[in-house]
Nanobody, 123 residues
Framework: QVQLVESGGGLVQAGGSLRLSCAASGRTFSSYAMGWFRQAPGKEREFVATISESSDTTYADSVKGRFTISRDNAKNTVYLQMNSLKPEDTAVYYC?????????????????WGQGTQVTVSS
């Protein structure tokens, strides 16, 4: 069973930056695709970014050019660098593991989820 722990959330002003981290347990992290999703109050969970086992990346249109997903397999960690933050980026951010390694944009393909970290962007 993979355990995921997110960190790095917080309160930031519009235009600012945050870097989220997600630490994974287990010895097969490098074979997983890892994804970031977010959920704002009253809204459904939505895809943000994913990185495959071969480090191919895919982004939601709403964050393309502002967010960067990366992974460090030696540290069993995936990151989400968020720049030029907007109030509409406010949400709980979740990381998730896709055991296929391919990196899907739909949440049901991900079998393990972290507890989430709150990101609040003030205007």
């Amino acid at each position: 069973q993979v355990q995921l722990v997110e960190s790095g959330g917080g309160l930031v002003q519009a235009g600012g930056s945050l870097r989220l981290s997600c630490a994974a347990s287990g010895r097969t992290f490098s074979s997983y695709a890892m994804g970031w999703f977010r959920q704002a109050p009253g809204k459904e969970r939505e895809f943000v970014a994913t990185i495959s086992e071969s480090s191919d990346t895919t982004y939601a249109d709403s964050v393309k050019g502002r967010f960067t997903i990366s992974r460090d397999n030696a540290k069993n960690t995936v990151y989400l660098q968020m720049n030029s933050l907007k109030p509409e980026d406010t949400a709980v951010y979740y990381c998730a593991a896709d055991h296929s390694g391919l990196g899907y944009i739909v949440s049901y393909k991900y079998g393990n989820w972290g507890q989430g970290t709150q990101v609040t962007v003030s205007s």
